[in-house]
């Protein structure tokens, strides 16, 4: 009984650990486009990106995981994520059959909160991405 408690600990603190949960109050279609109030919900888990639309419950998933990270000239640390690693381990056939979906993270530091996810479907040809702001980002860019 000891054994299977510890086990089902340190797999719930794995599965915690590993995922990361983002609150979005606004979508722009593109970065001089005007802010909407839309409430989503971003979940990165398992090398897994999902985004739910808390209005319809709708959502999106795909495989994803951190590919490149850095800081632009502002000094806003980004995180680039990519789906990129399933094809390589899953070839092309099966590549194919999942949502494909580049996400770039911009937090105010590194280690810090969110400001906003720009996402771009890959499998749309000349998609130029939908930026999804939180509270922080909403108060920088919407008002």
């Given at each position: 009984?000891?054994?299977?408690?510890?086990?089902?600990?340190?797999?719930?603190?794995?599965?915690?650990?590993?995922?990361?949960?983002?609150?979005?109050?606004?979508?722009k279609g593109s970065s001089k486009g005007k802010c909407v109030e839309e409430n989503h919900k971003i979940i990165f888990s398992n090398n897994t990106y999902t985004r739910i639309d808390l209005y319809?419950?709708?959502?999106?998933?795909g495989p994803s995981k951190i590919s490149q990270t850095g800081y632009d000239d502002n000094g806003t640390y980004w995180e680039k994520w990519s789906p990129r690693f399933y094809l390589e381990e899953n070839g092309i056939d099966e590549y194919r059959r999942v949502y494909q979906y580049y996400i770039q993270v911009f937090y105010n530091k590194r280690g810090g909160d969110v400001i906003y996810i720009w996402e771009r479907n890959i499998e749309i040809k000349n998609d130029r991405g939908k930026y999804f702001l939180t509270s922080i980002g909403g108060e920088k860019f919407c008002k």
């Open positions: 009984m000891k054994k299977l408690l510890i086990t089902l600990f340190l797999l719930f603190t794995t599965i915690c650990i590993n995922a990361q949960t983002i609150n979005i109050e606004y979508i319809d419950n709708s959502k999106i998933s």
